[in-house]
């Protein structure tokens, strides 16, 4: 498995692929979250690849300034998420696909904490990965086969 410095690295070299964000761009999303911190891996990625990672997340709402509406837009998701389920407690979402797909990650506690993929309308989320470096690895690997 990749550290998220290696995958940044990998798609950084394709020009103007990979942009990261500032420790204040940064700081507005703990705020937006109201939270302290940010899982440390997650917090990486966004310094790395926070306002573009090349392919990886491609047609998602995952990246900055976007990124700024996401507590907005996961309330709405969830409050219309009729028959489905609720956002775990302490999740904080970091990237909607196409308006009925969530990616979220608990973040109590963890540097490196468990991602799930949600499908509107499912009693359950569809694919749990075991860490954001692990769900960060899959994406990479879907986005540029044979690397």
Request: net charge negative; charged share 20%.
């Amino acid at each position: 498995m990749l550290t998220i410095s290696e995958i940044a690295t990998v798609v950084g070299k394709a020009p103007d692929s990979v942009a990261g964000l500032t420790g204040t761009e940064i700081d507005s999303l703990r705020e937006l979250w109201g939270v302290q911190r940010l899982p440390e891996r997650y917090e990486q990625f966004l310094s790395l690849m926070g306002r573009s990672a090349g392919r990886i997340l491609r047609g998602a709402d995952a990246f900055f300034p976007r990124v700024l509406d996401m507590r907005r837009a996961s309330d709405e998701f969830f409050a219309s998420n009729v028959g489905g389920m609720d956002l775990p407690q302490g999740a904080v979402v970091f990237a909607i696909h196409q308006g009925y797909q969530v990616y979220w990650m608990e973040v109590m506690g963890s540097q490196d904490p468990p991602v799930s993929l949600y499908m509107e309308g499912e009693p359950a989320p569809m694919i749990r990965w075991s860490s954001f470096t692990e769900f960060l690895n899959a994406e990479y690997s879907d986005a540029y086969p044979g690397f």
